[in-house]
């Protein structure tokens, strides 16, 4: 009989862990050592150059950390991938381990703050030119691809306006210019996206996130072609952000419940997002699952699903009104976070757009009475009802 590609429930659970670090065990220890010993140096040796597979001292690779990466590369379907120490020290090591001075970069202008700031705030400093367009307007995207573009970075649903961009349209444009394509698909998961399928060279998350599950450990993670990925492990392994292993096991163990959480949690948010488009203290929904959402049909093409994240506006517009209705929810954290079992809740100005000023949010469209909501699993009557009684005080 052929063996046949395990679906992406089995692939969560079992993917990576196929070669037992410890024989016998059923569950990938920590491995709390930073460095490995070799009676034999000229085994040493090959494991340190990379001819013989082991490990060497845990800032460059450690075993725990191996099986986390080897998970998410096969989720992603991806050659290759390595780990960080956060979502945006992966981020960072990225662009930092691939531009040069006097290459040219094209983005969007609803990237992550933290991204945001690469772009606007350190890669200019190295001479590295950062243009950012209308994320939605495709044909400017293109345009300037076209003009001239090394690095193209994406970022799709958007945080925390929700924005919705075509993979498959983008990345084509940017093989065509000989640009590396990175997409960052931590709001998706690779449960409800596959960029790697839609044409990107590289995928970022920050798997603090989704993939953890639990907001209990930092870790970020890239896959994609094997040349570009090694090039970020060197800059990685030399600039010092490593992976701990302890984060490593506990991203790893969340992983392993990952295709249960978002199936319940698209689940949950579709509803709460049709419910709010409705409630009487709410103007928008920035929801891809709502069918008037503006990139609904190209979200329906390339999503599996909508995804946990979505984010409302206030009628009334202001961050007190905001203040008031997250500070009576019973059963959300309002936190700088996102992507865990519990719902978490926050405006722009303190969690994803932090960085950036009240003018610089405006810029980017992000409007103060903005708030993210990150959907839990929990009982999605009781997320109603508390989302009812919290928007009451606006009555």
Known sequence: MNKRHPKKATSVVWAGEEDYIIPHVTQVPVVQSVSFAY??????????????????YSRNTNPTVDVFEKKICRLEGAEAATSASSGMAIISNTLFGLLSPGQRVVSVKDTYGGTNKIFTEFLPRFNIECILCNTTDHQQIEKEVARGCDLLYL???TNPTIKIIDLERLTKAGKKAGAIVVVDNTFATPINQQPISLG???VVHSATKFLGGHADALAGAVCGRKELVNKIYHFREINGASLDPMAAYLILRGMKTLALRIERQNQNALEIARFLQTHPQVRTVFYPGLEDHEGHDIASGQMSGFGAMLSFMLKEESLEAVGKVISRLRYAHTAANLGAVETIVGPPATTSHVECTREERQAMGIPESLIRYSTGIEDIGDLKEDLDQALAVLR
């Open 200 to 202: 990107a060279d590289l």
């Open 155 to 157: 970022e799709t649903p």
């Open 39 to 56: 009676e034999d140096i000229d085994e040493w040796q090959q494991v340190a150059l990379g001819q013989k597979e082991g490990h060497i």
